[in-house]
């Protein structure tokens, strides 16, 4: 099984980079480097943080092996940088809305509801760098309803632990992060950007819809685009 080394090491090489040229990139030295693409030293969140701001780089392909291809990325890109939040809220409203056509379980609607609500309430924030990735483990826990002693648990650390992690006093390690998206579809570029787009767990929501509905929630975008951008917080069905 590759390992996040591996991808690692197949990236700087598709990229024409030398160990060296790359660890200069990554402000560390050759032998680090090495250490990392062999394994025996294991990626932490800082060097994925780094190759994250690097043009061109996919850190979930690296500790995930995804590609995260969101259908609505390029409208996002055409959207002035100040109605950027409103379109992503507005489609996921749309998602919303849609969750009693596209699912028939109860539970899955409520569970993606909760999803969408927290999201959405956490775009509302202005979250400090520092504890960014700490607010998105504690916007996980409540999605799925969890203290932090079961989320701690399903981590594989201590409560004490993992209450640093969530007030941004520690960094998750690797393995931690590769347990959320695991378990829970959370991947790293979310933890990185906190733009609910690059979230895979909303991706599979609007993947899970049937191919008709899907064309449906194109389409309502596309053609509600213009408006979009221009009116003040328009959504879509009920108000979450």
């Given at each position: 099984m590759r390992n996040t080394g591996d991808r690692l090491k197949e990236c700087r090489i598709m990229k024409g980079l030398s160990r060296g040229e790359m660890s200069e990139m990554l402000n560390v030295s050759t032998d680090y480097l090495a250490r990392l693409e062999t394994g025996t030293q294991p990626v932490t969140y800082r060097i994925i943080e780094k190759v994250a701001k690097l043009e061109g780089w996919n850190s979930d392909y690296i500790l995930h092996g995804i590609d995260n291809n969101n259908p609505f990325s390029e409208l996002h890109t055409l959207c002035p940088d100040f109605r950027k939040k409103v379109f992503i809220r507005n489609l996921l409203c749309l998602f919303d809305s849609m969750l009693q056509f596209g699912y028939k379980k109860e539970r899955v609607v409520a569970y993606y509801h909760r999803?969408?609500?927290?999201?959405?309430?956490?775009?509302?924030?202005?979250?400090?760098?520092?504890?960014?990735?700490?607010?998105?483990?504690?916007?996980?826990?409540?999605?799925?309803?969890?203290?932090?002693?079961?989320?701690?648990?399903?981590?594989?650390?201590?409560?004490?632990?993992?209450?640093?992690?969530?007030?941004?006093?520690?960094?998750?390690?690797?393995?931690?992060?590769?347990?959320?998206?695991?378990?829970?579809?959370?991947?790293?570029?979310?933890?990185?950007?906190?733009?609910?787009?690059?979230?895979?767990?909303?991706?599979?929501?609007?993947?899970?819809?049937?191919?008709?509905?899907?064309?449906?929630?194109?389409?309502?975008?596309?053609?509600?685009?213009?408006?979009?951008?221009?009116?003040?917080?328009?959504?879509?069905?009920?108000?979450?």
């Open positions: 999803m969408i609500l927290e999201i959405v309430n956490g775009m509302e924030l202005d979250v400090p760098d520092n504890v960014r990735t700490g607010y998105t483990l504690t916007e996980i826990r409540r999605i799925h309803d969890m203290n932090k002693k079961d989320m701690a648990n399903v981590l594989g650390i201590s409560e004490r632990s993992y209450c640093t992690l969530e007030n941004g006093l520690s960094r998750p390690d690797v393995k931690t992060l590769q347990i959320v998206y695991d378990m829970y579809g959370f991947n790293v570029q979310y933890f990185l950007t906190r733009n609910p787009l690059d979230c895979e767990a909303v991706n599979n929501i609007y993947r899970c819809f049937d191919e008709p509905l899907r064309d449906f929630i194109m389409r309502r975008i596309r053609d509600d685009y213009d408006e979009i951008i221009i009116m003040k917080g328009r959504t879509y069905g009920r108000d979450i």
